[in-house]
């Protein structure tokens, strides 16, 4: 079965630094795998997807995340954290076996970000 | 603009009541899902529709029913069954498949008085 684990649940960091959240998966099959991002009372807006081509995934606002099979990560970065950044992120796998659509969520990571 | 709408925002409902939230698209989306959110637990999977006329259980259903007639339309009624209602709720749909990724309404935020 398919889970993800976030591994902060919270991350603080100073406006115009580097930002890294966490998240490995376990799947059976090759996955689908989803950052999310969340402001406060709204809804998800997706941020970037990997479908098995590049390894390397490149998505809005300049974050970006990179599948790493061996290790079963795929941590999003991005290199200079603006105010805007401050949400909650959501790392998602993709139920892939049944091919439902059916996401699976990790716990979040809620990032702050400082002046 | 084609997107997922759900109504309304905040809802209070007394105990023992049974409540209805609202989740339409007009994304021409096959499946449609219901998602609960409550802190620190991430979102969990309370229904889902593949197709018009036909619904499954997700992980969390007590409580719970849905109807799917329209492939537009996917409401989800919170019954006096429920034992701990209160809880922000996302409506999501996507196309058929694994590799789509999933479009999110708005939220409504229920509240039990």
């Not at chain 2, 409550?38 to 593949?50: A, E, K, T």
């Amino acid at each position: 079965a398919q889970s993800v684990t976030q591994l902060d649940s919270h991350v603080s960091v100073s406006e115009g630094t580097p930002v890294l959240l966490r998240c490995n998966y376990s799947s059976s099959y090759s996955p689908s795998l989803f950052w999310y991002v969340q402001h406060p009372n709204k809804g998800l807006q997706l941020l970037l997807k990997y479908t098995s081509a590049a390894t390397l995934v490149k998505g809005i606002n300049g974050f970006e995340a990179e599948f790493k099979k061996s290790e079963t990560s795929f941590h999003l970065t991005k290199p200079s954290a603006h105010m805007s950044d401050a949400a909650e992120y959501f790392c998602v796998v993709s139920e892939g076996s049944s091919n439902t659509g059916k996401l699976i969520f990790g716990q979040g990571t809620t990032l702050q970000v400082k002046p | 603009d084609g997107g997922i709408t759900q109504s309304p925002k905040y809802l209070f409902r007394k105990e023992g009541q049974n409540v209805t939230l609202s989740c339409e698209q007009n994304l021409n989306h096959d499946a449609m899902y219901w998602y609960r959110q409550d802190p620190g637990q991430g979102l969990r999977l309370i229904y889902y529709s593949q197709i018009v006329n036909d619904f499954q259980k997700g992980d969390i259903a007590e409580g719970y029913s849905v109807s799917r007639e329209k492939k537009e339309s996917f409401p989800l009624t919170v019954t006096s069954a429920q034992k701990n209602p209160t809880a922000f709720y996302l409506c999501a749909s996507t196309l058929q498949g694994a590799w789509t990724e999933a479009f999110f309404g708005q939220g409504t935020r229920l509240t039990v008085v």
